[in-house]
């Protein structure tokens, strides 16, 4: 049954599927897009690592009290936070700001320098541009042979993921690295719900897959390579769904892997509700079909405006059939598509018949006798059929 007609204009998301990857602030960045008229689908990747638990951050900061880096280099708000309070649940937390305050302190961002001054404590710089990059750019401008530095890692290490880079070029510079694992992080443990935002990438479902942490990506990436599904993965990622990043940081594994990302200039949740707004619509190829305007979107299609109510199946037949716009589709073709494994091509005619239904418009998928069925494209598509 069609849905209800949108209002004239409707909201800009209006039939897009988004994939979020997010741990943290997932719920809000959920209903960022929800307000826009996104579907969303979510499955975190990413479990964070109880700060006070975590042995590792334990036995680092009584390093960092004993012996005070000369720099400190902090990358994120809440990972500074987060060890300072952790800090404080082992009654140590006075005694590392008392280190900290004879170091000089560098703030990758707006975040981290927030998170320093909160504390009671003076960043000496940070970049404009929020990446680390420029913070290892103007460490390395200035020398760092045998300079004691404490960086804040983003993270746990893994093959994708770029802070480990960093330190790796401090250190060939000469400087004496102390990583700082705040927030370190494991696979979410609910590896189903990955497994499925893995397959809808595949299947193409997505009209766009979200990340908001370079361990987002890292764990993603890592699942996939388990499932033996990586190769497929990233091609799918390279030329069917879309990749949004809130950052450079976080787009760094997938670029590292020649996966297209788009970015906002500020790297905050709402700037990236805003980018994706603006992007998807503008990405989306218009079909003029039977004299309507047609969309077709990973799990939804919108016609004119209005957004149809199909089923999986009706979303498979079209998608088939505008795989190649305007070419005729066999109903054989059709049948391998259906669920079941019926043999029957009245199932097909079933099938379309409710497509028709749906869409509005029976003309917009012709019947070619004797040959399959096609969509009505209008004549600059009818032209590359012949």
């Known amino acids: 049954m069609p849905a ?12 897009f599927t988004i994939g979020i990857t997010a741990a943290r602030r997932a719920e809000e960045f959920a209903a960022l897009l929800e307000r826009r008229g996104a579907r969303v689908v979510q499955a975190p990747t990413i479990r964070i690592l109880p700060l006070v638990d975590d042995t590792e951050l334990e036995r680092v900061t009584e390093e960092i009290i004993v012996s005070p880096p000369q720099i400190m280099v902090a990358t994120t708000g809440i990972g500074f936070r987060g060890w300072i309070e952790a800090a404080d649940g082992w009654g140590r937390a006075e005694d590392v700001l008392h280190s900290l305050s004879k170091s000089r302190l560098i703030a990758r961002g707006p975040k981290a320098k927030g998170a320093i001054r909160a504390a009671g404590l003076r960043e000496e710089w940070s970049p404009e541009s929020e990446s ?83 361990p987002a990506a890292a764990s993603i990436l890592t699942r996939a390579k388990e499932l033996g599904k990586l190769q497929q993965f990233v091609h799918a990622l390279r030329t069917a769904v879309p990749v949004m990043c809130v950052g450079s940081v976080t787009a760094s594994p997938l670029e590292a892997l020649q996966i297209p990302t788009t970015y906002p200039r500020r790297f905050r949740l709402g700037a990236l509700a805003r980018l994706i707004t603006d992007e998807l619509p503008r990405r989306t190829h218009v079909l003029r079909v039977a004299g309507h305007d047609t969309a077709i979107r990973g799990q939804a299609v919108v016609v ?3 957004l149809k109510d199909l089923s999986a199946t009706g979303l498979l037949l079209l998608k088939l059939l505008a795989r190649n716009p305007g070419r005729v589709v066999s109903r054989q073709e059709m049948l391998a598509v259906l669920p079941g494994d019926s043999s029957d091509t009245h199932a097909v005619e079933v099938a379309v018949a409710r497509l028709r239904a749906a869409l509005g418009d029976s003309k917009m998928v012709q019947t070619v006798v004797k040959r399959g069925y096609r969509l009505a494209v209008d004549l600059e598509y009818d032209a590359e059929d012949e």
């Open 4 to 15: 209800d007609p949108l209002p004239a204009d409707p909201l800009p998301l209006t039939g």
């Open 132 to 214: 680390s990059s420029e913070v290892l750019d103007h460490l390395l401008a200035e020398g760092v042979e045998g300079v004691r530095i404490a960086v804040q890692l983003h993270g746990a290490t893994s093959e994708w993921e770029p802070l480990p880079d960093f330190c790796t070029v401090l250190r060939a510079a000469g400087a004496e690295v102390v990583p700082i694992p705040v927030y370190r992080w494991n696979m979410h443990p609910d590896v189903a719900r990955i497994d499925k935002m893995i397959a809808s990438v595949l299947r193409g479902d997505l009209d766009a897959i979200t990340f908001t942490s370079a």
């Open 304 to 306: 004119d405006g209005e």
